[in-house]
Structure formats: structure tokens, C-alpha cells
């Protein structure tokens, strides 16, 4: 598969340095998060939890392939690209998988709820901007990214009625 970078002239998606340095980033991003998860606390495990959220369990095996997915894409996507392009979509990457570890912190370290609410929003508009940039000039990365957005948007809602329920 052939992109049109910004001067017009045909590149390729990068070799495997540029999905290396994505996965090494997301892997990095998942290691923060993780090292701020307590779901054994008292705290968390005091919260009124909805009927439909899922078990402690199910999180580690739905976010392996999702941060798979995002790495896929950011190297993709950044193969693709050169100039101002590369480094906007870079930096729209670095963006969002600071917020995605950030979460955590607020919601475990900080215990809360209503700030890791607003942390997931704002996770969720930066997931539209990254599709969106990324359908711009690689549209497979973009359709890779559409798991995650869909993931979030579903903790999204975990988490407004987690807030709902301990005020």
C-alpha cells in the first residue's frame, strides 16, 4: 500500500522501527496505567458497581489487544506520513496515550470518580481527533483504532454511572 505525502511524492509505510517505537510507546502507556490499578483496594472494592460491569478480569483481556491495535496503527499511520503530517499525527498519538494512562490515576490514585469521568471525556475526544486525522491519510490505521474508541466509549459510561452511584 502507496500514501501521497504532503509534497505529493508516493511513500510507504515504515519498517519495523516505526511499529517498534509505537509499541515500546504503548507499552510504556500500558505500564503506567497499570502501576496505579488497585482493584483489590477497600476503596474500590467498596464502590456500587453496576450489574453490567464487567469482572476485574476481563479488563487485562480486553485492553492486550486494544493497546496491540493502537501500536498497530501509530506505526502504520506514522509510516505513512513525513513533515509536519508525521509530527502532528505524533504528537495526536503521544496526546492520547497520555490521557489513557492518565485515567487510571484518577480514578485509583486520586479515587475519583468524577475527575477520571472527566479524564475519559476527554480521552474520547481526543480517540474522534486521532480517527479522524488518521482516516486522512491512512484509513487502515484509522479503522484499527475504532475498537479502542468503541472500548472507551463503553468505560465512558462505566464510569458516569460509577459517579452516579458514589457521590
Same mark, same amino acid.
Request: charged share 15%.
Given at each position: 500500500?502507496?500514501?501521497?505525502?504532503?509534497?505529493?511524492?508516493?511513500? !510507504?509505510?515504515?519498517?519495523?522501527?516505526?511499529?517498534?517505537?509505537?509499541?515500546?510507546?504503548?507499552?510504556?502507556?500500558?505500564?503506567?496505567?497499570?502501576?496505579?490499578? &488497585? !482493584?483489590?483496594? &477497600?476503596?474500590?472494592?467498596?464502590?456500587?458497581?453496576?450489574?453490567?460491569?464487567?469482572?476485574?478480569?476481563?479488563?487485562?483481556?480486553?485492553?492486550?489487544?486494544?493497546?496491540?491495535?493502537?501500536?498497530?496503527?501509530?506505526?502504520?499511520?506514522?509510516?505513512?506520513?513525513?513533515?509536519?503530517?508525521?509530527?502532528?499525527?505524533?504528537?495526536?498519538?503521544?496526546?492520547?496515550?497520555?490521557?489513557?494512562?492518565?485515567?487510571?490515576?484518577?480514578?485509583?490514585?486520586?479515587?475519583?470518580?468524577?475527575?477520571?469521568?472527566?479524564?475519559?471525556?476527554?480521552? &474520547?475526544?481526543?480517540?474522534?481527533?486521532?480517527?479522524?486525522?488518521?482516516?486522512?491519510? &491512512?484509513?487502515?490505521?484509522?479503522?484499527?483504532?475504532?475498537?479502542?474508541? !468503541?472500548?472507551?466509549?463503553?468505560?465512558?459510561?462505566?464510569?458516569?454511572?460509577?459517579?452516579?452511584?458514589?457521590?
Amino acid at each position: 500500500m502507496r500514501l501521497i505525502s504532503e509534497d505529493a511524492r508516493p511513500v !510507504a509505510p515504515s519498517g519495523w522501527k516505526g511499529y517498534a517505537a509505537a509499541a515500546v510507546a504503548v507499552a510504556a502507556t500500558a505500564t503506567a496505567g497499570s502501576v496505579a490499578v &488497585d !482493584a483489590d483496594s &477497600d476503596w474500590y472494592r467498596s464502590l456500587h458497581k453496576p450489574a453490567w460491569q464487567p469482572p476485574s478480569w476481563a479488563f487485562g483481556l480486553v485492553w492486550t489487544p486494544l493497546y496491540a491495535s493502537i501500536a498497530f496503527a501509530a506505526g502504520h499511520a506514522l509510516g505513512g506520513t513525513r513533515g509536519r503530517e508525521r509530527a502532528a499525527t505524533a504528537v495526536s498519538f503521544g496526546v492520547n496515550l497520555a490521557l489513557n494512562a492518565g485515567w487510571t490515576w484518577l480514578f485509583f490514585r486520586c479515587r475519583s470518580p468524577r475527575a477520571a469521568l472527566a479524564g475519559t471525556l476527554v480521552l &474520547d475526544l481526543s480517540n474522534a481527533q486521532l480517527i479522524r486525522r488518521t482516516a486522512g491519510t &491512512d484509513p487502515v490505521a484509522a479503522r484499527a483504532l475504532l475498537p479502542y474508541a !468503541a472500548w472507551c466509549g463503553f468505560a465512558t459510561a462505566l464510569n458516569a454511572s460509577l459517579t452516579r452511584r458514589n457521590p
